[in-house]
């Protein structure tokens, strides 16, 4: 056994070891023979060592998608962390409009304040979600509520950057005349 100590990685490791000599010769390889590093014969061994990711999915669902003036509108965010490493000091932004009007806000995990859920550790396969209960005011045909992963460590999400302001969630709310769509 070879016992590794890993410090940070920034990108695969391979590790690779033959055996060089044998007397007795060995009879059914060639020691000592490796071109390639690769374990094609039963002398020889290699593994490969990768840093676990965080893969944080933001979803946003809402009881209406039309809305009328005085309408109860109940947003629900939910994000899961599919990756295989836990993730720490996860929050989650939210750009909450100004025809919305917050009456209240219950976190599955953490706390709640100024458009911020600071959830803190999320661990692999593990989900939360924050509920906001609001009041629908004055709107000219549409708005919009967006919502995003602000920060997260480690910062290794492979398929969204935190708090790049582009990977956003999207509610699309209109009046009852007009189309919904989801983002």
Known sequence: DI????GTLTAPIS?????????????????????????NED???????TQPNIDLELSVSSNISSANIGDAAILTLTVENTGDADATSVTIEDVFPAELTLNTAT???????????TIGDLDSGETATLTLDATVGNFTD?????AQVQTANPNNDPDSTPGNDSDQTCLLYTSPAHETSLH
Do not use: H, K
């Open 3 to 6: 016992e590794l100590l890993v």
């Open 15 to 39: 590790y690779f070891a033959q055996i060089e000599t044998a007397s007795p010769s060995d009879t059914d390889s060639t020691v000592g023979n490796d071109t390639d590093q690769s374990d």
């Open 43 to 49: 002398d020889e061994a290699a593994v490969t060592i």
């Open 107 to 117: 976190p599955s995990i953490g706390s709640y304040s100024a458009g911020t859920w």
């Open 142 to 146: 549409s708005f919009n509520y967006f």
